[in-house]
């Protein structure tokens, strides 16, 4: 027996679809992943979607429309010329064996990291968005509190934990294995 949908409820198909038909090329992938899990085998689907940035904001625009998502995270990824930063929402929230996983990504470059904030959107997603700058070096625009949350006030300017690079914190790291005793 298969759950029960509730109106303006998509199942994952659709669900993409309803983006596709509006961005078309601008959702560069879109991969629906389903698995059963918990001791009734119940199934689960999960969406990753890859967006451009010059689309960004306007996917998540269309999300509201559609339906207002649950956001826990946007994580975030140096991938070397890129930093990827990912938006993990759930659609259907509260809605027993109907909730959906949809990810969004979103790369930037890392010569101009910079992305519009979604909190006009989504108000939720401030304290994320704030980690993301800190920790990444995004600079979110728009964001209406740009202040340091997660690092210490005196943390060195340019220097982003998360970052693999040069402006990543390895620097700072002791090397207490070459410490002699």
Known sequence: MSPKKENNQKNPEELVKYFKDEFKTSIRSAEIKKRKAGS????TSTIWMKVEKS????VIKHLVDY?????PVVSGND???TIE???????NYGTRMNEINLHISVDLPKSKPEIETICDLIP???VTEREKQEMLGVKIVGIPDARKLFLPDDW???IYPWRRDETGPEKYYKNLHEVKK
């Open 40 to 43: 009734k085998k119940n199934e």
């Open 55 to 58: 689309a960004f904001k306007d």
């Open 67 to 71: 339906q207002f998502p649950h956001l």
């Open 79 to 81: 991938l070397g010329k």
């Open 85 to 91: 930063l990912i938006y993990h929402f759930t659609v």
């Open 124 to 126: 939720g997603a401030l």
């Open 156 to 158: 060195p300017e340019n």
